[in-house]
């Protein structure tokens, strides 16, 4: 095993060495939105502007300009690259991969969306790494016909890629933001009987929905969803990002026939881009806030846990190597003493972690 795994870190990994290194337990969210001119002709995503909060007006700066002074509190070692650079894509899968993870969860915003113009790009070179793809679908949707239609193109475009990632031989969809949509739009959906059922063999998939708050029993139950994560990297956030009230979770997943997946994070830090938010921040502490929320996701001994996430800078939830950088006038946050890489060393720890954990000897029984 040894001798296989330090193959594995080395260039060239063959597609049967990276699935013995990468566990399909083990998902990540990554966004896939950053621009910059020298390849896309214009800044993406690093120029983000200030959100305000309410009607409370802005106070200072409204946005960054990109480059060395971007939208987040974190400086990234690969600098502010273009997602579609295919190099910046090779060396991601690449860190993907001897991270020991997976399936990558792609954001999807729709076929207009810049983040859509290299999906395929991605999802060719993670086959050749023998990583798998899965979609994060963004809340453009509105109603059950905007819902529908989104599954139809994602299984029109990529339904047949070998890079897909299929749970139980279909594909798995992360929903975000699902309790913004009426129980009785998703019934349509995501029900056997619904007008628009998507419960067929051409469209039929795992849809995960996002648990928020307490008493969303109902929700899940009446909506026809298969399971629910919880995506929030920061403690306490929200009801359903509270690893205290993973426990229950897990046993109410397992015994109404449901998937949980817990998602962990390295940290939370957005007051470059939410100045009003700081109450949420939370610290890394030397690696210490990552091991404690995968010790307590592995607790629930789930079939899957998601990583929030690789790269979402903005939020400062990245595992992504990041450097010290200091501005005139401001010093990005790092990761201490410990090394840039440090987090995917952390992750690949956990993945032969969760690996080795056994599932809710529920879960089977309760599965349907």
Same mark, same amino acid.
């Given at each position: ?12 990994? *063959? ?67 273009? *997602? ?33 113009? *290299? ?219 410990? *090394? ?29």
């Amino acid at each position: 095993m040894l001798v296989v795994l330090l193959v594995c870190f080395m260039p060239g990994c *063959s597609k049967e060495a990276s699935k013995q290194l990468s566990n399909p337990r083990l998902h990540v969210f990554y966004y896939g939105w950053y621009g910059n001119p020298q390849h896309d002709g214009r800044w993406v995503h690093w120029n983000h502007r200030v959100l305000p909060y309410g009607d409370i007006p802005l106070e200072g700066r409204e946005g960054f300009p990109g480059g060395e002074d971007i939208g987040a509190n974190f400086y990234p070692t690969l600098g502010s690259y273009s *997602s579609h650079d295919p190099d910046i894509i090779e060396q991601h899968l690449e860190m993907i991969r001897q991270a020991g993870i997976g399936v990558v969860s792609v954001s999807w915003f729709g076929v207009e969306d810049f983040a859509a113009n *290299s999906i395929e790009l991605f999802m060719d070179k993670a086959a050749e790494k023998g990583l798998q793809i899965n979609f994060h679908i963004e809340p453009t949707y509105h109603s059950a016909e905007e819902f529908h239609a989104i599954i139809a193109e994602l299984m029109q475009r990529f339904g047949t890629h070998s890079a897909l990632y299929l749970y139980q031989g279909k594909p798995l969809y992360y929903v975000y933001d699902s309790y913004k949509m009426p129980v009785s739009e998703w019934k349509k959906l995501l029900l056997p009987e619904g007008t628009l059922s998507l419960r067929t063999p051409e469209l039929d998939g795992k849809f995960i929905g996002l648990w928020v708050n307490q008493g969303e029993e109902d929700f899940f139950l009446e909506t026809g969803f298969d399971g629910f994560y919880t995506y929030f990297a920061s403690e306490g956030f929200v009801w359903g990002a509270t690893s205290a009230n993973w426990p229950y979770l897990a046993d109410w997943a397992s015994t109404n026939g449901k998937l949980f997946i817990p998602s962990v994070g390295p940290g939370y830090a957005d007051d470059r881009i939410r100045p009003w938010n700081g109450v949420n921040f939370k610290a890394r502490d030397q690696g210490r806030y990552y091991d404690y929320m995968f010790s307590q996701a592995i607790k629930t001994k789930p079939e899957i846990v998601t990583i929030t996430s690789f790269n979402e800078w903005h939020e400062g939830t990245q595992i992504e190597p990041a450097i010290a950088k200091q501005l005139a006038d401001y010093h990005y946050l790092d990761y201490g003493n410990l *090394s840039g890489d440090y987090y995917l060393k952390r992750t690949l720890d956990w993945s032969r972690e969760l690996s080795a954990s056994p599932l809710n000897p529920q879960l089977q029984e309760g599965r349907r």
